[in-house]
């Protein structure tokens, strides 16, 4: 979890990282991010309620409209809790909450390689997978806010692994942090990686991070998994160059170490399967700004969202937005 304190001009001021486990449920999670929040105002001894706007990510489905998180499958207790409340009530100002691959999508359209691009699908690999989409420079986020859940959509190469939705063939059953790792694992207890029978018998467990690091030093099965994990993104993401038409796609991974070699087998399936009109003018990057992207686009909504015209209205003749958490409202 990582929080950063900005002021207007969208300068990032301070930040502070923590390690934190979703999992652990909304109370346990966002009391640490409020503890975040507390060293960062203290360590420039501002007040609670001196905060012209807050944004949150969060690793799933939001409801934009209502600042909560919707059916998150791996977040248990997180359904449908209002996290916006949460935090609009301890510091009485407009909150803003969104999938974090979104304000990764926001922040690298504004200070990282998307900048001056009009159509960018950002994907973030983490132990999961999911994508941000900017249309028209603005995020997509479609009806509900659901748009970009990629990790549920059938890859046309799948075998029969199922996903923990049920389905088979789910993209991120078969190309996440988790399936890379637990791919690992199966060929170190079949001993078909040497490299990562090795890393098993040492550290007791195989992660991503080992098959990438297996990769580099020229295990084959390491390179064949991280090949195939490239291969089936790439396979989904040339659906959604055809459909979609971005210039840019923006590839941010979490699992330390995959970042080439992930991009060349992307690249490989999406220009094997997309329509060259698409592909003309098409660049598959990777992300520039790591995770300071989230913070910076999460700084970058709250503005755009406390100066556009309407919002701007409301609360300029109070001389500033503080003390009205309703702004938020449209
Ligand atoms: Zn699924």
Not at 2 to 9: E, I, N, P, V
Not at 25 to 36: T, W
Not at 255 to 273: I, P
Not at 323 to 328: A, S
Request: proline share 5%; with cysteine.
């Amino acid at each position: 979890m990582s929080a950063g304190l900005f002021d207007l001009s969208g300068e990032l001021l301070d930040r502070t990282d923590d390690v934190i486990d979703i999992t652990d449920g909304p109370e346990h999670v966002l009391a640490a991010v409020g503890r975040a929040f507390h060293q960062l105002l203290e360590r420039r001894s501002l007040s609670n309620n001196s905060l012209w706007g807050i944004a949150v990510g969060l690793p799933g489905p939001v409801e934009f409209v209502t600042g909560c998180s919707v059916s998150p499958p791996d977040m248990p207790g997180w359904d449908g809790y209002p996290v916006r409340t949460y935090f609009s009530d301890l510091y009485a100002t407009p909150v803003w909450v969104d999938n974090d691959v979104n304000l990764l999508a926001l922040g690298e359209l504004r200070a990282g390689l998307a900048r001056g691009a009009e159509n960018v699908i950002y994907v973030k690999i983490g132990t999961g997978i999911g994508a941000g989409i900017i249309a028209g420079e603005r995020i997509h986020r479609g009806a509900q806010g659901s748009a970009g859940e990629i990790g549920h959509i059938a890859v046309p190469t799948a075998d029969d692994t199922i996903c923990q939705c049920g389905n088979r063939g789910c993209l991120g059953a078969l190309a996440s942090g988790s399936a890379l790792a637990r791919d690992g694992a199966r060929a170190a207890e079949s001993g078909e990686s040497h490299y990562l029978a090795s890393r098993l018998k040492e550290n007791g467990s195989v992660s991503g991070e080992d098959v990438a690091a297996g990769a580099q030093c020229g295990d084959r099965t390491c390179l064949q998994l991280l090949q195939r994990f490239g291969h089936c993104v790439g396979d989904v993401m040339a659906s959604l160059v055809n459909f979609f038409n971005p210039s840019l796609i923006l590839i941010g991974t979490g699992v330390t170490g995959t970042g080439d070699l992930l991009l060349a087998s992307v690249r490989e399936a999406v220009y094997a399967r997309s329509l060259p009109l698409a592909t003309r003018n098409l660049q598959i990057r990777l992300a520039s700004l790591g995770d300071e992207a989230g913070l910076r686009g999460g700084a970058a909504m709250v503005m755009d969202e406390l100066f556009c015209p309407e919002r701007l209205a409301r609360w300029l003749p109070a001389g500033d937005p503080t003390g009205q958490p309703d702004l938020v409202a449209s």
